[in-house]
Structure formats: structure tokens, C-alpha cells
């Protein structure tokens, strides 16, 4: 079935969780004011009914969205074990983690609107709560994410156009770092107190070496050199770098007799841009 394959395509690609999360506030800040023009205009699920101003009460509604949504956001990102990973972070995952959003926001409008308009808790409603938020809520949220998702891939895919070609091959020569030439290093990636050092050695085949540093203590000791940093977790050889392909969440640079595939995080992705 075709469809079905495309849907299944479009949720597996990677989506552009920020390294910081203003891009998710703001889709928030959209989706309170479009919860508080349509309860205004349409008054659905007996809002009209409310002895109270229609308004204040579609605006309380709004600020109990984006109330909602910020305490979810705060709370997972506390959690790092369950914190997704960008690589593996998809618009299937995403779409998922909006579950958990829409039910702190209808948990918020409920605790909202039984103590502001009833004066009491009747937990047997909230369900219905539930699902008012879901039908109003989850339309808006989808269409923001895949605006998101689409409009990021575009971009990075057309910067893909702009990538500086390979650079001097003897750039790099008289450094080195823990006896090994950093030309000949094809890549570096941090595993907490340690790095892996891919390199070529003098017989032509790759090596890894292990050592205890941080990404930090070597970018101090290879300034100047070919090697740059392109990721929170990487640093790469741009001379090196063959392939270019543009996604959501940045670039992946495929690099010369070598199978790793190295991702340039948004945040970096300008240092690879023609000057």
C-alpha cells in the first residue's frame, strides 16, 4: 500500500528537537491562541452555558494550555534517561510525546475549570475533558510539527548546495595529538570522560584509538587545524568529508574510506557554508 509506506516514511524522519527549547514554547504559545480563538468563536461542548464572561473564560483556557505543556516539558526534561536522542528523535516519536502533552493540558483546563466555575472536583468528568482537548488540540499540534519538520529539511537540504569543498590536505601536518598526525585523524567522538579517535595509519587502515580527554582539553590542543567541531558529540576532518546530505536536524557528512556517518548539529552548520 503506497500511502501507507509514505506515512510510515514521513513518521520516521528525524524531527528538529532543538538543542534548546524556545522553537517549543513558541509552537505552545500558537497553540494556546489557537485554543482561544476557537473556543471563542465556536463556544463548543456547552461553553456557552458557563454563567460567566466568554471571553476571560476562553483566555483562562488558553493559559491553562501553555501552563500545561511547560510543566510536561520541564518535567521530562528532567528525566535525561527517558531524554530522546536527536538521532533517533522522529516525527513518530514526537507525535507520540504529544500524548503526554495533550493529557497535562487537559489534567490543567480540568483543575482550571472545576475550581474556577464549580467549586469542586468531580473526577468522573475528566475524561471528557480529555477528550474535548484532543479534538481541539491535537489537529493544530500535528500541522505545527510537520510545518516544523518539512520547512528544517528544506532549509538543510539546500544548505547541502553551499558546503565549502575539501580542504588543504597539509593543513594539520605538524599538529599532534597523542603521537598521532592530525591529518591523519578522519574523526573524534565524546563518550562522556572519553573520546574515540578514528584516524589512518601509516599503513592506509582505519584505527580507533581510546583515550580519557574531553572534546574541550582537544579542541584547545588542534587549534588551527583541519579538525572542527561539528556536533556536541564530534569533531570531524573536513578534508576528509566526500558526502553531504541535509535533514530536519542538520547535516550527516560522510567521510572517505570510512562507514561512520558524522551529524552537524544546526547549531554548527554554518561553519560548513561557503564564505
Not at 479534538?135 to 537540504?157: A, D, H, S, W
Not at 567541531?229 to 560522510?254: A, E, F, M, P, W
Amino acid at each position: 500500500m503506497p500511502i501507507f509506506k509514505k506515512v510510515i516514511e514521513f513518521l520516521n524522519k528525524p524531527f528538529p528537537q532543538g538543542e534548546n527549547r524556545s522553537w517549543y514554547y513558541g509552537a505552545m504559545s500558537f497553540l494556546s491562541l489557537f485554543v482561544v480563538v476557537f473556543l471563542y468563536i465556536f463556544k463548543p461542548f456547552g461553553i456557552h452555558r458557563l454563567p460567566t464572561n466568554p471571553f476571560l473564560m476562553c483566555l483562562g483556557f488558553g493559559a491553562m494550555t501553555f501552563l500545561g505543556a511547560a510543566l510536561y516539558e520541564i518535567s521530562i526534561h528532567q528525566l535525561r534517561s527517558f531524554k530522546k536522542t536527536y538521532k533517533n528523535y522522529t516525527f513518530g516519536t514526537w507525535s507520540l510525546n504529544n500524548l503526554g502533552v495533550m493529557f497535562c493540558i487537559s489534567l490543567a483546563n480540568f483543575v482550571f475549570a472545576r475550581l474556577v466555575y464549580f467549586g469542586y472536583f468531580e473526577w468522573s468528568l475528566f475524561p471528557t475533558m480529555l477528550y474535548a482537548t484532543f479534538m481541539i488540540g491535537i489537529i493544530p499540534l500535528t500541522m505545527i510539527g510537520g510545518f516544523v519538520l518539512l520547512t528544517q529539511e528544506k532549509k538543510n537540504q539546500n544548505t547541502t548546495t553551499e558546503i565549502n569543498p575539501s580542504g588543504d590536505y597539509s593543513k594539520g601536518e605538524s599538529i599532534f595529538l597523542f603521537e598521532i598526525p592530525l591529518h591523519q585523524v578522519k574523526y573524534i567522538e565524546a563518550l562522556q570522560n572519553y573520546v574515540k579517535i578514528a584516524y589512518i595509519n601509516t599503513e592506509g587502515q582505519l584505527k580507533i584509538q581510546t583515550e580519557r580527554v574531553t572534546l574541550k582539553e582537544i579542541q584547545a590542543k588542534i587549534e588551527g587545524g583541519p579538525v572542527v567541531k561539528c556536533h556536541r558529540s564530534y569533531l570531524v576532518n573536513t578534508n576528509y568529508i566526500i558526502d553531504y546530505k541535509g535533514n530536519s536536524q542538520g547535516l550527516l557528512l560522510t567521510l572517505s574510506d570510512c562507514n561512520k556517518v558524522i551529524p552537524v548539529s544546526r547549531t554548527w552548520v554554518p561553519l560548513f557554508r561557503k564564505s
